[in-house]
Nanobody, 115 residues
Framework: QVQLVESGGGLVQAGGSLKLSCSASGSILAIDSMGWYRQAPGKRRELVAR???????NYAAFVEGRFTISRDSAKKTVYLQMNSLKPEDTAVYYC?????????WGQGTQVTVSS
């Protein structure tokens, strides 16, 4: 059974940094892309960043160059380096792995940015 486990969330002051990690346990093959989403209270879940199997990345407009998504394919791990954090970045962050069979979600990690 495949499980995605996120880590690295926490409380940080505005302007600070956090690095999120997401690792997959279990047998997971042919990952087409890995991504990070977030959901703030009362809002819909939204894409933050995604990295595709060929290395191409895309970011939401609100990232504005502050975040960087990367991966270690051998470890089936995806990272999200978040710099210059703003209070509006406060949300639960979820990782997502998309395969040809199905997609998988992590349980979420809370990121809170204080002003």
């Amino acid at each position: 059974q495949v499980q995605l486990v996120e880590s690295g969330g926490g409380l940080v002051q505005a302007g600070g940094s956090l690095k999120l990690s997401c690792s997959a346990s279990g047998s997971i093959l042919a990952i087409d892309s890995m991504g990070w989403y977030r959901q703030a209270p009362g809002k819909r879940r939204e894409l933050v960043a995604r990295i595709f199997s060929g290395g191409l990345t895309n970011y939401a407009a609100f990232v504005e160059g502050r975040f960087t998504i990367s991966r270690d394919s051998a470890k089936k791990t995806v990272y999200l380096q978040m710099n210059s954090l703003k209070p509006e970045d406060t949300a639960v962050y979820y990782c997502n792995y998309d395969t040809s069979v199905r997609d998988y979600w992590g349980q979420g990690t809370q990121v809170t940015v204080s002003s």
